[in-house]
């Protein structure tokens, strides 16, 4: 579309180093997507991530890549389960003490999607709608692309973390046919 591949654009617009390659291998790993999770694999994952970052003296970045990049969310939400059960904190704890900057933020990132992704996109809904000005871009793309998927998760997520409605943010933050094309996509006030 953009006559550039999204390779290309990476490489260009990041600094080399552990974002990047996460970037670059997330984007061209092909992952299955399904339901499925192999325990065996997702209790060796959590072992794999926590000997490569909290047991050893710095971090194996590679092994974080490899792991993030490579499995389904189904299977990151598993590993993230066992890496509770196995060790006493959460993975997003242990991702915030073993890696900074925009490593962490990507690997929290997908991590966050896949655990509780209603959750990360009411986040994500509510920052682009916060403050003056709305980031329509943002509230398009999320509405448009997870209407069909899980917006009833996304809208109940919003209603628990901001105490009203999804609906009436988007009505307040929106006019015209942009506000009715937006609350048709959402769906019933609730």
């Not at 061209?28 to 909290?54: C, F, M, W």
């Not at 939400?77 to 060790?87: K, L, T």
Request: positive net charge; proline residues 3%.
């Amino acid at each position: 579309m953009f006559g550039v591949y999204l390779e290309h654009d990476i490489q260009t617009n990041t600094s080399p180093g552990d974002h990047q390659k996460l970037l670059l291998a997330y984007i061209s790993t092909p992952r299955h997507e399904g339901p499925e999770v192999n325990r065996e694999i997702a209790q060796k994952d959590a072992k794999g991530l926590y000997k490569a970052g909290e047991k050893k003296l710095g971090t194996d970045e590679k092994t974080f890549i490899h792991i993030f990049s490579e499995r389904s969310a189904a299977h990151l939400a598993a590993v993230s389960s066992y890496y509770h059960d196995m060790y006493g904190h959460s993975l997003k704890k242990a991702v915030k003490n073993e890696t900074s900057g925009a490593f962490e933020h990507a690997l929290l990132t997908i991590i966050q999607c896949a655990v509780n992704p209603g959750k990360y996109f009411a986040k994500v809904l509510h920052k682009a709608m916060k403050g003056l000005g709305t980031d329509d871009s943002t509230l398009i793309r999320v509405v448009v692309t997870r209407t069909e998927v899980d917006m009833q998760y996304i809208k109940a997520a919003y209603l628990k973390k901001h105490k009203k409605t999804l609906n009436d943010e988007v009505h307040s933050e929106t006019s015209s046919h942009y506000r009715t094309f937006l609350l048709s996509l959402l769906g019933p006030n609730h």
